[in-house]
């Protein structure tokens, strides 16, 4: 059973979505007042896509990249209004069942945070990036639920 959470953060901007993904391979985070960009790297259908850009790339960034039997588990962050009338994500952390994350941005604004319980994971992204700002103004989730 797959089910969206989120958004979290802005209202407007333009869609993106992964859809649903078999595993993620490797996740990079670009960052500095906001988070501006993310690179997705995934598999789907047995087959590795080409890395996915969310936003824009800057020169800060972090990233992570999973083993083979390695999920996401957790998402937190903060966004914040910011330049105007705008929201973007300011902080942004993605935890793996192995207990490790990739992690970038500054903690300002409203938090927001989901851990799944046992056995379920992250299996894609959606969400809106701002137009006249390019970096990521809200994120939702696509979550894979253990069996109950």
């Known amino acids: 059973k797959v089910v969206k959470e989120g958004p979290w953060g802005a209202n407007a901007g333009n869609a993106f979505d992964t859809g649903r993904v078999d595993r993620f391979t ?27 850009l969310i936003g824009t790339k800057k020169r800060a960034s972090q990233e992570i990249t999973l083993d083979e039997d390695e999920h996401f588990i957790s998402i937190s962050g903060y966004f914040k209004q910011m330049l105007g009338n705008d929201i973007f994500i300011t902080q942004l952390t993605l935890t793996t069942d192995e207990n490790r994350n990739v992690s970038a941005g500054n903690e300002t604004g409203n ?25 990521v103004g809200a994120i939702a989730v696509y979550c894979s639920l253990a069996d109950s």
Request: net charge negative; proline share 8%; hydrophobic share 40%.
């Open 26 to 52: 490797k996740v990079k985070i670009y960052h500095g007042d906001v988070i501006y960009g993310l690179e997705l790297t995934f598999v789907v259908g047995g087959k590795p896509q080409p890395p996915m």
């Open 111 to 135: 938090p927001f945070s989901l851990a799944l319980e046992e056995g379920g994971q992250i299996v894609g992204f959606c969400g809106l990036v701002g137009q006249l700002t390019v970096a």
